[in-house]
């Protein structure tokens, strides 16, 4: 356990609201932050330690205000607790999803709705200001982050924004709903009866396309499960123009991801490998703009 592991775990099991905190221990999977499990009166939590990081334009005023949001529809834990720095969330019992279990049609039957749910009854809870999550200003403010930092990936930079611009304009004019913008599959929690979505920090205003962008880039869903995301999630057969614009948004997402990598190559203290982190999703990026430029476009 590393220096910031101890100073997160002793911030976790510190706080004011408990009475007896025990059996704490460090969860694995954040790479933003850091997330304690501890038990206190015989009720089990999770302590979400981590602070603002404009880097990544990660502000917790926000993830706060949409978790509340997707909690108030039955999709996110109940908020015990905030103070800054500090998110305490119920425990849930349940298993963490992986990028297989996400590629099982029977899993995405019930992902689906669920991002509906979130996509169009969410924004009704919403109290506060709350940001917009714009990938392609997300890539354009990494990238100047890369360049002032001197990264090693400088002489990338000019061909991904320029791609970046092409990618925007292939997009087009979006109809905005309340995402989650981050739908890794570490993110989705099964208990048996339902899925839970962790993890709000990069919610926001965003085109739909986004979260089912992402959620086919990082669970690598094969085209036929693609097609089937697209259709049942908007209701209608699959046109070239829908088809063009979400192959656009899906190349964006893994830019994003893969830029997101690059900034934390050089700042984050969090101990994970984000070079091959980069790596690996320079190459889904390189792989999925490939096949995007070898579409035929709308007609």
Same mark, same amino acid.
């Given at each position: 356990m590393n220096d910031a592991e101890k100073a997160a775990?002793?911030?976790a099991?510190?706080? %004011?609201?408990?009475? &007896?905190?025990?059996?704490?221990?460090?969860?694995?999977?954040g790479i933003t932050n850091f997330n304690v499990a501890l038990s206190d009166q015989g009720r089990r939590y999770v302590v979400r330690v981590g602070q603002d990081i404009l880097l990544h334009q990660i502000m917790r005023f926000n993830e706060q205000a949409v978790h509340r949001a997707a909690q108030a529809i039955g999709i996110a834990p109940a908020i015990i607790h905030t103070e800054p720095g500090i998110l305490?969330?119920?425990?849930?019992?349940a298993r963490t999803l992986d990028e297989g279990d996400v590629r099982d049609d029977a899993m995405l039957a019930r992902i689906v709705p669920m991002l509906?749910?979130?996509? %169009?009854?969410?924004? &009704?809870?919403?109290?506060?200001?709350v940001l917009t999550f714009w990938v392609f200003h997300?890539?354009?403010?990494y990238a100047a982050t890369l360049r002032e930092a001197g990264s090693r990936h400088l002489g990338r930079l000019d061909g991904l924004l320029r791609v970046a611009g092409e990618l925007e304009d292939a997009v087009g004019p979006v109809r905005l709903v309340l995402g989650h913008n981050d739908l890794l599959a570490a993110n989705f929690l099964d208990d048996g009866q339902r899925l839970w979505l962790l993890d709000w920090e990069y919610g926001g205003f965003n085109s739909p396309l986004f979260d089912l962008a992402g959620l086919a880039s990082n669970s690598e869903l094969n085209p036929e499960q693609e097609r089937w995301l697209l259709e049942t999630y908007f209701g209608t057969g699959l046109t070239d123009e829908?088809?063009?614009?979400?192959?656009?948004?899906?190349? &964006?997402?893994?830019l994003r991801e893969t830029m997101w990598s690059m900034v934390s190559e050089i700042h984050s203290d969090i101990d994970f490998d984000y070079a091959a982190y980069t790596d690996k999703n320079l190459s889904r990026f390189e792989t999925a703009l490939s096949g995007f430029q070898s579409m035929r476009g709308p007609k």
């Amino acid at each position: 356990m590393n220096d910031a592991e101890k100073a997160a775990l002793e911030r976790a099991t510190s706080l %004011s609201i408990w009475t &007896a905190p025990e059996q704490a221990e460090l969860l694995g999977g954040g790479i933003t932050n850091f997330n304690v499990a501890l038990s206190d009166q015989g009720r089990r939590y999770v302590v979400r330690v981590g602070q603002d990081i404009l880097l990544h334009q990660i502000m917790r005023f926000n993830e706060q205000a949409v978790h509340r949001a997707a909690q108030a529809i039955g999709i996110a834990p109940a908020i015990i607790h905030t103070e800054p720095g500090i998110l305490v969330l119920e425990h849930i019992e349940a298993r963490t999803l992986d990028e297989g279990d996400v590629r099982d049609d029977a899993m995405l039957a019930r992902i689906v709705p669920m991002l509906k749910r979130c996509h %169009s009854e969410a924004a &009704a809870h919403l109290r506060g200001p709350v940001l917009t999550f714009w990938v392609f200003h997300v890539l354009r403010d990494y990238a100047a982050t890369l360049r002032e930092a001197g990264s090693r990936h400088l002489g990338r930079l000019d061909g991904l924004l320029r791609v970046a611009g092409e990618l925007e304009d292939a997009v087009g004019p979006v109809r905005l709903v309340l995402g989650h913008n981050d739908l890794l599959a570490a993110n989705f929690l099964d208990d048996g009866q339902r899925l839970w979505l962790l993890d709000w920090e990069y919610g926001g205003f965003n085109s739909p396309l986004f979260d089912l962008a992402g959620l086919a880039s990082n669970s690598e869903l094969n085209p036929e499960q693609e097609r089937w995301l697209l259709e049942t999630y908007f209701g209608t057969g699959l046109t070239d123009e829908l088809n063009h614009r979400y192959h656009a948004m899906k190349c &964006a997402s893994l830019l994003r991801e893969t830029m997101w990598s690059m900034v934390s190559e050089i700042h984050s203290d969090i101990d994970f490998d984000y070079a091959a982190y980069t790596d690996k999703n320079l190459s889904r990026f390189e792989t999925a703009l490939s096949g995007f430029q070898s579409m035929r476009g709308p007609k």
